[in-house]
C-alpha cells in the first residue's frame, strides 16, 4: 500500500493568518475612512457647528424683524417707524432732508 508523504510547507502555516490579516485591515481602514469612520464624525461635528452659527444669525435676524414688526403694528402704531420704513423702502425723500442710510437696517 502506498501513503503519499507531504512535506511540510511554511506557506500552509502562514494562510490563515494572512486572511485574518486581511479582513482586519479592511474594517480598520472603513472605521477610519468609511461613511462612518472617524474622519466623517469629524466632517460632521464642523457641518454641525457651521449650521449652528448658521441658525444663531437666522434667530436673531428673525427677533430684529420681529421687533420692526411689533413697533409696525396695528397696537403700537409709531408714525416715525412707519414714515422710516415706508421712505427706506421706496427711497424717496422730500426735497429739504437729508438721509442717512444705516447699513443695519
Keep these: 500500500m502506498w501513503t503519499r508523504h507531504h512535506k511540510a510547507r511554511i506557506y500552509g502555516r502562514l494562510v490563515v493568518p494572512a486572511i485574518a490579516a486581511c479582513f482586519m485591515s479592511y474594517f480598520v481602514y472603513?472605521?477610519?475612512?468609511?461613511?462612518?469612520?472617524?474622519?466623517?464624525?469629524?466632517?460632521?461635528?464642523?457641518?454641525?457647528?457651521?449650521?449652528?452659527?448658521?441658525?444663531?444669525?437666522?434667530?436673531?435676524?428673525?427677533?430684529?424683524?420681529?421687533?420692526?414688526?411689533?413697533?409696525?403694528s396695528d397696537g403700537s402704531l409709531m408714525k416715525d417707524a412707519l414714515d422710516e420704513r415706508a421712505r427706506y423702502s421706496l427711497n424717496m425723500s422730500?426735497?429739504?432732508?437729508?438721509?442717512?442710510?444705516?447699513?443695519d437696517l
Excluded at 452659527?53 to 420692526?68: F, I, N, P, T
Design 94 to 103: 422730500r426735497p429739504d432732508e437729508i438721509v442717512i442710510f444705516d447699513r
Design 30 to 72: 472603513h472605521s477610519i475612512h468609511g461613511d462612518f469612520g472617524m474622519i466623517a464624525a469629524k466632517q460632521f461635528d464642523e457641518h454641525k457647528e457651521l449650521n449652528q452659527r448658521r441658525l444663531d444669525k437666522l434667530v436673531a435676524e428673525r427677533e430684529a424683524l420681529q421687533l420692526q414688526v411689533k413697533a409696525l
